[in-house]
């Protein structure tokens, strides 16, 4: 699907490998990464990129794919400690791009301290003239286009103006008695999404599977 779409890069790959992380690669050849969640690569597919899930290491020392699933810290200090240690993994050992993937879950209830770490952390990181805030894309830019830190002014363009505008009204699609993970025929559920586009007639979910194995993938 990716590589018919012309999807430049996928980041959804989880791996244990952190110590050193593992770089952005390509499907080009057999993937050495591990596929810890099935649907795998299991083919090439040349001209993707995956841009991969390194393993955190959280307070309790136990491994964690997004911040938000990592030991929840108790304070701010706490927190801090979270996020300036992975980076650290990354920044003092081979540079391997730092993805900081997390829901806002990680915000609720009593977690207003961990945005004034997250916050406290990226004043941080501006400070550091070889460190920047980026996006996943902007960053594989950089890998397919390696450049020295003395040459990288006006390298990532911030000025996005040319971006297609959100619309004013997005429509709102309501499924009902729905039955894909988690739910299921005896617990069925609702969901919901905005799309500026036409609502499709079924609830879009991904190929079963066992269906993307009888067909090769």
């Known amino acids: 699907m990716a590589q018919r779409n012309s999807f430049l890069y996928d980041s959804s790959y989880a791996t244990p490998f952190n110590d050193p992380p593992f770089w952005p690669y390509t499907f080009d050849y057999q993937v050495t990464a591990g596929c810890a969640i099935e649907p795998c690569v299991r083919k090439s597919l040349p001209g993707v990129w995956e841009i991969p899930l390194v393993d955190w290491i959280d307070t309790n ?20 400690d979270l996020l300036e240690s992975n980076f650290a993994r990354h ?4 540079r391997a791009p730092f993805p900081i993937n997390l829901r806002a879950r990680w915000f609720y209830n009593d977690g207003y301290h961990n945005l004034e770490a997250l916050q406290e952390f990226l ?13 996943y894309a902007q960053a594989l830019n950089w890998v397919m286009n390696p450049t020295r830190v003395a040459n990288m002014n006006g390298f990532f363009n911030c000025d996005f103006s040319s971006r297609q ?20 025929a005896d617990h069925q559920g609702d969901r919901f999404f905005m799309t500026c586009n036409t609502c499709p007639v079924e609830y879009p979910w991904v190929i079963p599977l066992e269906e993307l194995r009888r067909r090769g993938f």
């Open 123 to 135: 004043d941080s990181l501006a400070t550091k003239k070889d460190v920047w805030i980026v996006t």
């Open 91 to 94: 920044y003092l050992t081979n």
């Open 165 to 184: 505008p959100l619309c004013v009204q997005p429509n709102v699609c309501g499924y009902y008695n729905i039955t894909h993970a988690p739910n299921d």
């Open 61 to 80: 020392n136990t491994l964690c794919e997004n911040v938000d699933s990592c030991y929840f810290p108790l304070d701010k200090q706490e927190a801090l």
